[in-house]
């Protein structure tokens, strides 16, 4: 059975994470919610920091939520979110969504948000996702597209950041305009009962500009995703901090505007 075989771009900057920890059930997991039983258990994949993950727990009170991640690292974090709420029905362990070490038909909820952007094999990891999905119980996944993203007022440099991260994103054996390709990967894996949506993140005030504009311009010179921009020769220093320095200055336009797409999955397990 097929390993993970894609490099994660973004890594754990506090850049990063600064991004990850602000994102909620409400704002990153709307489509599944209304689907949500307070007796379920829960798998989420690429759980990371945990805000999410906490944010299920608290709302499947008689059940149980695993939250796994390929990073160890992150886990302590994540352990420590769900501590802080005093959750007891949330645990965290380490996992591959290409083989995850789970019998069949455990989970009444497989949950992936801004995962199959970065696995080798998106259709395997639907795959293993489906098979450890009870029947009658649903696999959610939500992903970003990039290609999608649109901003005002435009800029070169802007222009110039979204070419570089997509090309990153690839050679690291990602694939960044994922939010299209969901549906298409879920029919490929199998599945038959497809709900396909979209939903968006959008930034538009000074307060949100700010602090969007900043954890990109930080991550552009600082994360993991910049040191392998330059390893893997996409980019030099001097190109990064002008990608930088194009973030802060649409931070600061008074009529800037950032959406960001996603595309959203909601597949029913057949109970036959």
């Known amino acids: 059975m097929p390993k993970e075989t894609a490099v994660y771009t973004h890594g754990h900057h506090e850049s990063v994470l600064r991004s990850h920890t602000w994102r909620t059930a409400a ?19 690429g759980c990371g920091p945990g805000t999410i993950t906490a944010d299920l727990a608290e709302l499947v009170p008689d059940g149980h939520v695993t939250g796994v991640d390929h990073a160890p690292g992150i886990l302590d974090q994540a352990r420590a979110t769900a501590a802080e709420r ?24 497989v949950h992936a948000h801004q995962v199959l952007q970065h696995v080798g094999d998106p259709v395997q990891a639907l795959r293993e996702m489906y098979r450890v999905t009870k029947p009658g119980g649903f696999v959610a996944v939500r992903d970003s597209d990039y290609a999608a993203m649109t901003w005002y007022p435009r800029s070169p440099g802007m222009d110039d950041w979204l070419d570089l991260y997509r090309r990153v994103a690839r050679a690291n054996g990602g694939e960044p305009d994922a939010g299209r390709r969901l549906k298409s990967w879920a029919l490929a894996a199998g599945f038959e009962d497809i709900t396909a949506s979209a939903g968006t993140w959008c930034y538009s005030t000074a307060e949100e500009r700010a602090w969007w504009s900043g ?27 002008a990608v930088a320095s194009a973030w802060r200055a649409w931070g600061l336009a008074e009529d800037g505007w950032f959406s960001v797409l996603h595309g959203e999955i909601l597949c029913r397990k057949p109970t036959t």
């Open 215 to 241: 954890l990109w311009a930080d991550r552009t010179v600082a994360s993991a995703y910049a040191a392998l921009a330059v390893e893997g020769g996409h980019a030099d220093g001097e190109q990064l901090r």
């Open 27 to 45: 704002n990153s997991a709307a489509y599944l919610l209304g689907s949500l039983k307070p007796h379920m258990q829960i798998l989420d994949i």
């Open 86 to 109: 005093g959750l007891r029905n949330v645990e965290f362990a380490v996992a591959d969504v290409h083989a995850l070490d789970c019998p069949d038909n455990t989970f009444c909820v």
